[in-house]
């Protein structure tokens, strides 16, 4: 029997299906995230050039320096304090981070580069070890400022009662999701098997008896064979940002939509997907450890949980909107780079805002507390995906 090329993830697949079928949601951990044969814990780097899909971090270096912008503007609109931690959850190969930091040592040098602490959180041990080197010079031991430092997961907690930023950068779609599916009987669960020696989805009862008042609760009916995915451990996320957050803001970058569109009758088969090659792949049990796999989050889920805790919505857009809004072309055109580096980035730049690509797949959440009436430009402008605004509340 040979379910997956890693002999560690495969022998750990094994044990857990000789007892029957396991949930897909525990399926998509170990297949992610198993310490050797996960799919972001081995040893090569799988977003950006030479990996299996890009993100804006890797699509131009704009992005990190329009994020810099953003996060000045919170400092700013939080009084600008002595001391100013942004942590940044599923940094990946920490693209976004250098590229911020750079950009504030560079245009704030006196004033956040001063307060800026930067804490990055990642899973993998391999892409930490990436991070390390390509941020060494924010990681030193004496306190540099800005500084950086890594923590992983097991951990870490975020700060009770802290001040500054949160940043999740396509962290949520890559949590491990349930697969709900509505049957004649009821609602069941999506579970994965070995059949004849192959993986194969069936279905059983949920896993977690919570989940059958999950779509009720969002006021969604599914169809008699639609599937649905949820994210509890998005929830847990947010409940502990919005539990913790004192002062200050965080912004969501994810392919998403509002419950209503996401569980309309027309994603029948949701959105669970697989990544390889740049390739999309439908099977998700198709070469576990190899494929990325990827569930689209809920927005107004991630909102109704935020605001239970407190936080306010500041804004909601695409990232086509939001970084125009934020005065990318303007920022670009001031910044005068020429040559061929300066023409590669400014062509990326084009890339994050296409509105067929990530500029209108990917949405913004800004989050915030504390901050009274400060209005951020980057939101000024609305999603193209109109329905998910008008309905992101339910
Ligand atoms: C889709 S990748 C995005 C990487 C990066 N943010 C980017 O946009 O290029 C998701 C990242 O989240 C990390 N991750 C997943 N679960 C995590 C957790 N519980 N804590 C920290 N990092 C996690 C993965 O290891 C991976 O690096």
């Known amino acids: 029997m040979n379910i997956c090329a890693h002999p560690a993830l495969a022998q750990a697949l094994e044990a857990e299906l000789r007892g029957g079928p ?91 580069s001063g307060a800026l602490e930067y804490v990055l959180i990642e899973q993998s041990a391999s ?33 009770g009662q802290f001040d ?35 993986l194969s989805m069936c279905e059983g009862p949920l896993s977690d008896e919570k989940l059958g008042d999950w779509l009720i609760d969002l006021g969604i009916e599914l169809e008699t064979g639609q599937t649905a995915e949820v994210c509890p451990a998005a929830m847990e996320w947010t409940e502990s940002v919005s539990r913790n957050l004192r ?59 935020a605001e239970a805790g407190g936080l306010t919505l500041a804004g909601f857009t695409d990232q086509t909107h939001f970084l125009l809004g934020a005065g990318i072309s303007e920022t670009i055109e001031k910044s005068g780079g020429s040559g061929t580096k300066a023409a590669g980035e400014r062509r990326g730049a084009m890339g994050l805002l296409d509105p067929g690509g990530l500029g209108g797949a990917i949405k913004v959440m800004l989050l915030t507390r504390g901050l009274g009436d400060a209005v951020f430009p980057a939101f000024s402008m609305k999603p193209g995906d109109r329905e998910s605004l008008a309905t992101l509340r339910g």
Request: hydrophobic letters at 35%; charged letters at 25%; a negative charge.
């Open 22 to 112: 396991i949930p897909f949601k525990r399926f998509m951990a170990l297949s992610l995230y198993h310490a050797e044969g996960g799919y972001y814990c081995q040893p090569s780097p799988r977003v950006g050039q030479g990996g299996d899909f890009k993100t804006s971090p890797h699509q131009s270096p704009w992005f990190g320096r329009m994020l810099a912008r953003q996060a000045e503007e919170i400092w700013s609109a939080m009084g600008r304090p002595a001391s100013f931690c942004v942590y940044e959850f599923g940094p990946g190969e920490g693209w976004l981070a250098h590229d911020l930091l750079e950009e504030i040592e560079a245009t704030c040098p006196d004033t956040l």
């Open 127 to 159: 892409a930490s070890d990436r991070i390390r080197e390509r941020l060494s010079r924010w990681m030193k031991e004496a306190p540099a400022l800005p500084g950086a430092r890594l923590e992983a997961p097991g951990n870490f907690n975020l700060p």
């Open 164 to 198: 500054g930023l949160v940043i999740a950068h396509e962290y949520l779609d890559a949590l491990p999701v349930h697969i709900l599916v509505q049957t004649g009987e009821g609602l069941a669960e999506r579970h994965v098997e070995l059949r004849d020696g192959k």
């Open 247 to 305: 002062l200050g803001g965080a912004l969501l970058f994810d392919y998403g939509f509002s419950s209503r569109v996401l569980y309309h009758p027309s994603r029948r088969e949701g959105t669970i997907r697989g990544y390889r090659d740049h390739a999309l792949i439908d099977d998700p049990l198709e070469n576990p450890g190899e494929t990325d796999l990827t569930a689209h989050v809920d927005f107004t889920a991630i909102l109704r949980t």
